[in-house]
């Protein structure tokens, strides 16, 4: 059973930083392209950065130059490291695979207020 776990999310003031981590069980992680989602209040799901299995990033337009998608296969983990935050970044942050996501997990709250 395919399990997404993250963390690392909370309440920054804006031009903050926060590193989110993703712990993935019950699938093949190592090969698998993974990516981190995120879904603001009233707003559909975006995705905000994608990875290969062998560790090659892709941003979305609105974070790059701030965030920096990578993965530890040996541990089944992925991050996201945030930097420069903006309120426009709160959100709940979510991992899963790409591009056919399974099911989600429960996500991790990023909110960017002074």
């Known amino acids: 059973q395919v399990q997404l776990v993250e963390s690392g999310g909370g309440l920054v003031q804006p031009g903050g930083s926060l590193r989110l981590s993703c712990a993935a069980s019950?699938?093949?992680?190592?090969?698998?392209?993974m990516a981190w989602y995120r879904q603001a209040p009233g707003k559909e799901r975006e995705m905000v950065a994608s990875?290969?299995?062998?560790?090659?990033?892709n941003y979305a337009d609105f974070v790059k130059g701030r965030f920096t998608i990578s993965r530890d296969n040996a541990k089944n983990t992925m991050y996201l490291q945030m930097n420069s935050l903006k309120p426009e970044d709160t959100a709940v942050y979510y991992c899963?695979?790409?591009?056919?996501?399974?099911?989600w997990g429960q996500g991790t709250q990023v909110t960017v207020s002074s």
């Open positions: 899963n695979r790409f591009p056919n996501p399974a099911a």
């Open positions: 019950g699938f093949f992680f190592s090969v698998n392209s």
């Open positions: 990875i290969t299995s062998y560790g090659r990033g």
